[in-house]
């Protein structure tokens, strides 16, 4: 069974640093690649980034230079690491698998002083 | 950037059929956007209905369907029902590796 459960969310100060999890279960983070997506509340999703099984990695403009995805082979997880945090940054944080086919529950950032 | 659109909200009668559409501003949505179709109910999160333009994963409703349509992806529901009330959101792809979702759907089955 798949299974993919993020963590790391809160509530962090604008222009503070978090760090968002994904423990993947039921295939290898290494052999494909993956995506975070997010979801502003009341609004709709929006695509963040994705790392492919060869390593490349590739942001939305609006996190390019601030945000860095990542991946821990032996540990089966997927990261993103969240730097420069901005208010509109608030949203649910998904990750996703390369094919969409699998989500996880998500993790709420919160960004507000 | 693309920009992706979809009609914002539309209301469907139990039993009767819809076409959600999801439209490109760079132009024709082809095949090799690999369009795909999310179905989201308040309070949880997404879940895939369609990739890949028209195929389905084991766990989409036989209901659904997914095609180009007039220059754009289209999902078309045959027979709603109560439970397919929800947010619907399409995913283009484009060259340089950055998909874009469209901004949703909002269907009702009144």
């Known amino acids: 069974e798949v299974q993919l459960v993020e963590s790391g969310g809160g509530l962090v100060q604008p222009g503070g640093s978090l760090r968002l999890s994904c423990a993947v279960s039921?295939?290898?983070?290494?052999?494909?690649?993956m995506n975070w997506v997010r979801q502003a509340p009341g609004k709709g999703l929006e695509w963040v980034s994705l790392i492919y099984a060869g390593g490349s990695t590739y942001y939305a403009e609006s996190v390019k230079d601030r945000f860095t995805i990542s991946r821990h082979n032996y540990k089966n997880t997927l990261y993103l690491q969240m730097n420069s945090l901005r208010g509109e940054d608030t949203a649910v944080y998904y990750c996703?698998?390369?094919?969409?086919?699998?989500w996880g529950q998500g993790t709420l950032v919160t960004v507000s002083s | 950037q693309a920009v992706v659109t979809q009609e914002p909200s539309l209301t469907v009668s139990p039993r009767g059929t819809v076409t959600l559409t999801c439209g490109s501003s760079t132009g024709t949505v082809t095949s090799g956007h690999n369009a795909y179709w999310f179905q989201q109910r308040p309070g949880q999160a997404p879940r895939t209905l369609i990739f890949d333009t028209s195929n389905k994963h084991s766990w989409t409703p036989a209901r659904f369907s997914g095609s180009l349509l007039g220059g754009k992806a289209a999902l078309t529901l045959s027979g709603a029902q109560p439970e397919d009330e929800a947010d619907y959101f399409c995913?283009?792809?484009?060259?340089?590796?950055?998909?874009?979702f469209g901004g949703g759907t909002k269907l009702t089955v009144l």
């Open positions: 995913l283009l792809s484009y060259s340089g590796g950055r998909p874009v």
């Open positions: 996703v698998s390369g094919d969409f086919a699998y």
């Open positions: 039921g295939f290898t983070v290494r052999s494909n690649y």
